[in-house]
């Protein structure tokens, strides 16, 4: 993957979440998976809200494990494991759909700290509602734990 | 919320559950809901696994979420919102069910500092397999954001 | 503090530091402090290392929540308290001195979320050696816990 | 040092905290360094306040770094650093000490996720002021970065 840019990496990205029935019961797409940076969309669906029609913090903060977690593999490689991530919740999620930019903080060979910001998105225009910090470490066999 | 304990705070708490879509479609159950800790229990299921058929680090996150939230709510009272959590995966979750137990750390009027361990459960054995520490406040207005 | 920028918000803000004994102790000065930023040094010394010779863990921390809170401040006015941070150690620390960079991610009336980087400077060169993200909150009452 | 327990432990965990500058200038003290815990105190001076006279944040955090880390050396054995904590202020440390008690969550044979609570201690009363929760990893190389 860390050869991989452009369409290519987004289709390869896009069939990793299609291989995650978890990824796809949240409906997350991948739009851009580059060494310098990723998005991942959650089209907003009222499967995914609370009990005042926002965005639950646990779609938030699953969406935040797929895009810190793909940021990573994007800087090192597909077989990663995410070990922790903190989140902060900024303000109610609503909208056409939740968009997570995550980039890259530190890579080394074996361990990338990376950051995504959520935004809400109506009408094209986007408003932050959360954003995160998180340690990807290379998986020494068959990944498994974090998003990816 | 704070004067209920028991099947009632449990029946409360489930309700509040129940009224979340999202928390219905990852299929969380509260088990027990009182000041001194919380359980809910996500019983597991295909559709909520990674690509190796672990449950997805994103289920796991969602469930800490509910669980620091609803610990807090059962400290501070049903009017909360989740200001921020970190997680750390520890190993692979897989068995019949993730069960994340909640407890509080320190608590206010305003807020509750909550920590949450995550459980993959088989046969009645539970293995460690995620921990959470998050903070949560009382809501001025009507919650927005975290879990509950 | 909100209502002051450029050379005025460095003196006030130095004038905090240097009424905190703590951050005497570590040496701390102020370079910039303005809403949409602030730079904090600690010049290196033989006191701050651990056993290798490198900066301490803990003297990274402590830069972190001093940047972390004055940011706050710069966005808040200056009665704040840190809630929580979150740092990540990215490799070691030597050179001629740490220099926190801080910024806000988002603001409201009551939080600010901030972030910071901490670089190791040596010869005008700056290497990323942590990085860090909190909650920083407006105090009640006579600010108390956290950095200012 | 996972070896060694009681006496030694504590003796070694000391000459290795003896070793680090920082360490000293904080006045940190090992009193116990066990598999199952450790305890380190800081004596409260004046040197370690803010401007109200309270525990600085910053010196919480470095106390929170060295216990997290040695809680992780006890589990780990003596070459280890640290990749990443989090803490939680929960109210104003004032007294004659700051007391961290460490404990382990989980322990591989290459990382330990650590938590330790600080206590500001007075006359044989201890309230808690803060919460912490790291990652502890063992070096490769020399260690270097956090704590230990």
């Known amino acids: ?11 390869f990205a896009q069939s990793v979440l299609d291989s995650q029935p978890f990824s796809v019961l949240v409906g997350a797409r991948v739009e851009h998976m580059a060494p310098d940076g990723v998005v991942v969309r959650v089209p907003f669906r009222a499967e995914l809200t609370q009990h005042h029609g926002f965005a639950h913090g646990g779609v938030q903060a699953a969406l935040a494990d797929i895009a810190l977690t793909f940021m990573g593999a994007a800087a090192l490689g597909p077989s990663v494991l995410t070990s922790e991530f903190k989140i902060n919740f900024l303000r109610p999620g609503v909208g056409d ?19 995504c910001d959520i935004f809400a998105v109506q009408g094209g225009q986007g408003k932050l509602v959360a954003t995160a910090l998180g340690t990807i470490v290379v998986a020494d066999v068959a990944p ?5």
Do not use: F, K, N
Request: aromatic content about 0%; overall charge positive.
């Open 144 to 148: 498994a734990g974090g998003g990816a």
């Open 1 to 11: 993957m860390t050869a991989l840019e452009g369409p290519q990496a987004v289709a």
């Open 97 to 115: 759909a939740l968009v997570a930019r995550g980039s890259v903080i530190s890579a080394t060979r074996r361990q990338a700290v990376t950051r």
